[in-house]
């Protein structure tokens, strides 16, 4: 890789390299992401578009830590996120992260205050204080004449606006949002967005928000178009496909990678500093002829 990616690192919130995930469905395998790459500056406001199962949620989990990749890292102000132990990858999200999700994550039973002071006395914070803060940011969405009120006698925007308040409770450096307008119609998404847009001035906070609607993602200072797990415009640096190594060392080469690599039934492998080349055997048999066809998987 010819970047400096240590000036990237030291500009950047995050940096993602080669991210991707494979979930496995019984037999099957389903890539959900390919390898991405991308980085989010301090404060900024970006937005991932993409339609409907091309990988926005598995994306955003990653980035909060609620799952691993498969492959790939994310760096967090320079730290691996994809590396941490379950007890630090928890800190992390408490500590770091807020997270907004399409459906609320309101406690039914408390009213609007209650529900923006929670994570604030989960966190140990005195009821004085976290009452101040719940209050700010609750004015700071318009809510200040709804604070009494319980999740079902608000709106589905004001619940959302609720949600980003709760999120929002612990000052978290980064706020990840996942369709938080997907069910809200185009006036009340406008206001939901335009609160995520006043928070990120006023809090400086860096938001992450997935949708799959591009007139939601334009509110952001900068768009990333992904589609079947990969971003837009950047090559796929995979052949199409992850293969697994099994408990016996097999492996399965997909049959246009094996076609591309010219690879029959038997290849020769060789450990090179980069992983493991394989060779089909006429080749390595017919070595002196600078043929190069082969096949490398790190
Ligand atoms: N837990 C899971 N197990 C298996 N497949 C999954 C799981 N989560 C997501 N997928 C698959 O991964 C792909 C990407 O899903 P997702 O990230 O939810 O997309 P999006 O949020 O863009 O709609 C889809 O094909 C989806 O079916
Ligand atoms: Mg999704």
New binding site residues.
């Given amino acids: 890789m010819s970047e400096n990616l240590e000036e990237v690192i030291k500009k950047n919130k995050i940096v993602v390299r080669d991210l991707m995930k494979v979930?496995k469905?019984g037999m099957k395998e389903?890539i959900?992401l390919r390898g991405l790459d991308f980085e989010v500056a301090p404060g900024e406001f970006l937005s991932i578009v993409?339609p409907?199962?091309?990988?926005?949620?598995?994306l955003l989990k990653l980035l909060g830590a609620l799952d691993k990749p498969t492959a790939g890292s994310i760096l967090y102000d320079g730290h691996s996120v994809t590396l941490l132990n379950d007890r630090r990858a928890m800190l992390y999200r408490r500590q770091k992260v807020g997270f907004v999700w399409q459906t609320g994550n309101l406690v039914p039973g408390l009213t609007a205050l209650k529900n923006v002071m929670l994570p604030m006395r989960l966190a140990g914070a005195p009821k004085g204080p976290s009452a101040q803060r719940a209050k700010l940011l609750l004015e700071a969405v318009g809510l200040e004449k709804r604070m009494k009120h319980k999740p079902h006698q608000l709106s589905g925007g004001e619940n959302q606006r609720v949600a980003i308040c709760v999120a929002l409770a612990n000052k978290p450096e980064l706020l990840l949002a996942d369709e938080v307008t997907g069910e809200l119609d185009t006036e009340t998404a406008k206001m939901v967005m335009d609160t995520l847009k006043t928070m990120n001035r006023e809090f400086q906070t860096t938001i992450v928000n997935v949708t799959h609607s591009p007139r939601v993602a334009a509110y952001a200072d900068r768009v990333l178009r992904i589609r079947d797990g990969l971003i837009e415009g950047q090559k796929h640096t995979l052949f199409g496909d992850i293969s697994e190594v099994d408990a016996k060392g097999r492996l399965v080469i997909p049959e246009t990678v094996r076609r591309l690599a010219g690879i029959g039934k038997r290849v020769v492998l060789k450990i090179t500093g980069e992983g493991l080349l394989i060779t089909p055997l006429e080749m390595e048999e017919s070595n002196h002829q600078e043929q190069q066809s082969s096949a490398e998987i790190a």
Avoid at 52 to 58: E, L
């Fill in positions: 979930y469905r389903v959900a993409g409907s199962g091309s990988g926005k949620s598995t």
